[in-house]
């Protein structure tokens, strides 16, 4: 059995269900997909917070190889902010993944863009004292996550004390390539697009990502080499992403994530056997797959997107009942849940032959998610 822990452990037990590895899930929802997808599940950390909790992650883990014959665990989105719990969780249990040290690295602005730098690989300007002309700069945080530490700098009243750093915007389509590494090579598993906009006051929240999207030859060589270069540098394992806008031929390096990423719920049947499985050899065997087929061969075109409450919400069994029948929603609430404005309700998917469409669908059916609820939220009120 192997261990899949982050915020939401969902795509991966999915894709290992997929596989036939049994899973035990770890994360913060224990939705109903994650549920029927994994061997079994225990939470890690407290929802409404969005953090995951070192003795929750820590106990599971000795739980899970003593009881459950544990092989390994592969950590997802939720620990950018702490390298130190991967290290702490490599400890209880056998990681399968990039170590902590690769996630400070990666993580840590002063390395990450100055290394950028070294290898010729374009990024925006980023510095780390405040410039004296605000407008056109975003301030974001190293340890942050899903773009909801991501403001413009001029509007940011109280600096206060974080990991802050400052980057200048750059023009371009927000964009990302999912790939699996064995520390060496590289492989790309696809080029997506990213659906960023306003969540509440927050302005550039991630809300989904289509894919696989086709680049210019040019352009997607240049990201290739850019990899390939960056696999090198940093050591990476298994699957990774990385961030970056797309301006015509020419792209700006935002940042990687050294784990697996939400993206892969498009891609899971780009190579045999699923990506977790993938994951688990690059790791493991340092041995890359071969893809089902080449990014630029694969007809159909998926989509995902979180679906964020507006207001407060309450979900009763009807409504969730509702949400099920839809087949296009996932991460739907294991029993009945009150939600706050600006929390997830659910994910929404759709698939069609191009991009546009895919986006166009996603949006119809994230309304459809919204008024529904609404209306069920009110008449549980009357």
């Given at each position: ?68 014959g ?59 004292d ?92 240049r ?8 696999v ?19 792209f ?10 939400a ?41 995902c ?30 029993g ?47």
């Amino acid at each position: 059995m192997i261990a899949v822990a982050g915020l939401s452990a969902r795509l991966l037990a999915e894709s290992g269900r997929g596989a036939g590895i049994p899973v035990l899930a770890l994360d913060l929802f224990g939705d109903r997909d994650t549920l029927r997808a994994s061997r079994r599940w225990q939470g890690i950390g407290d929802a409404a917070g969005m953090r995951i909790s070192p003795q929750a992650l820590v106990a599971a883990l000795k739980a899970g190889r003593r009881d459950g014959g544990l092989a390994g665990w592969v950590p997802g989105g939720g620990f950018e902010a702490e390298p130190a719990l991967i290290e702490r969780g490599a400890a209880a249990a056998t990681l399968i993944g990039n170590p902590g040290w690769v996630w400070r690295r990666v993580k840590t602005p002063s390395i990450f863009f100055v290394r950028l730098s070294a290898l010729g690989i374009p990024h925006p300007e980023t510095r780390a004292d405040r410039p004296p002309e605000t407008a056109g700069w975003l301030r974001k945080c190293a340890s942050g996550t899903g773009g909801w530490h991501v403001q413009p700098l001029d509007a940011v009243v109280d600096a206060g004390a974080c990991d802050c750093f400052h980057q200048r915007v750059v023009p371009g389509v927000p964009m990302s390539a999912l790939f699996l590494a064995n520390g060496s090579e590289v492989r790309i598993v696809g080029f997506n697009r990213q659906l960023v906009g306003p969540c509440g006051d927050r302005p550039f929240v991630y809300r989904g990502v289509i894919g696989p999207v086709a680049l210019p030859a040019r352009l997607a060589a240049r990201i290739g080499d850019a990899l390939r270069a960056l696999v090198g540098e940093f050591g990476l394992v298994g699957l990774n992403s990385l961030d970056f806008m797309a301006n015509g031929d020419d792209f700006s390096v935002l940042e990687i994530n050294p784990r697996p990423s939400a993206s892969m719920a498009l891609h899971d049947d780009a190579v045999p056997g699923g990506l977790l499985q993938a994951h688990v050899e690059a790791c493991r065997a340092r041995r890359l797959p071969p893809l089902a087929l080449a990014p630029r061969d694969r007809t159909a075109i998926r989509g995902c997107e979180t679906v964020f409450a507006q207001r407060a919400l309450t979900l009763d069994e009807p409504a969730i009942v509702w949400l099920e029948r839809r087949g296009w929603c996932h991460d739907i609430p294991a029993g009945a849940a009150t939600l706050l404005p600006d929390q997830p309700i659910c994910t929404v998917s759709a698939d069609a032959p191009d991009a546009d469409t895919v986006a166009g669908l996603l949006a119809i059916r994230r309304d459809a998610v919204l008024k529904t609820l609404n209306n069920f939220s009110e008449h549980s009120h009357v």
